[in-house]
């Protein structure tokens, strides 16, 4: 089991960049496979990319590539969301979520045991 806790939100201009954080508050993140998502309001929260347990396999959404960059650093215990080149269209709450399979490319969400709370991107014009 872990809790998931995440940070690094705010607001930014387009162009921009931000990184966000993904912390164990218990339990140890290196034993999942963590995804990134984010939900805008209105909007269905959709997936944004992956990172295999071990670091060796990265999957990105076609809106993302490119501009973000999912690490892990597993002596901190953290997952990280860099975002580059940001756009208002990706102004969301950002969400890590958890999961017990390897693949890091799985969108839906029912495949993510554990999720954070949230954190809210708001990129301006």
């Known amino acids: 089991q872990v809790q998931l806790v995440e940070s690094g939100g705010g607001v930014v201009q387009a162009g921009g960049s931000l990184r966000l954080s993904c912390a164990a508050s218990?339990?140890?993140?290196?034993?999942?496979?963590i995804g990134w998502f984010r939900q805008a309001p209105g909007k269905e929260r959709e997936f944004v990319g992956g990172?295999?347990?071990?670091?060796?396999?990265?999957y990105y959404e076609d809106s993302v590539k490119g501009r973000f960059t999912i690490s892990r650093d597993h002596v901190k215990n953290m997952v990280y969301l860099q975002m580059n080149s940001l756009k208002p269209e990706d102004s969301a709450a950002y969400y890590c979520?958890?999961?017990?399979?390897?693949?890091?490319?799985?969108?839906?969400?029912?495949?993510?045991?554990?999720w954070g709370t949230g954190t809210q991107v708001t990129v301006s014009p």
């Open positions: 990172i295999s347990w071990n670091g060796g396999s990265k």
């Open positions: 979520a958890a999961t017990y399979n390897h693949e890091p490319y799985l969108s839906a969400r029912h495949y993510y045991a554990y």
């Open positions: 218990e339990g140890a993140i290196s034993a999942y496979t």
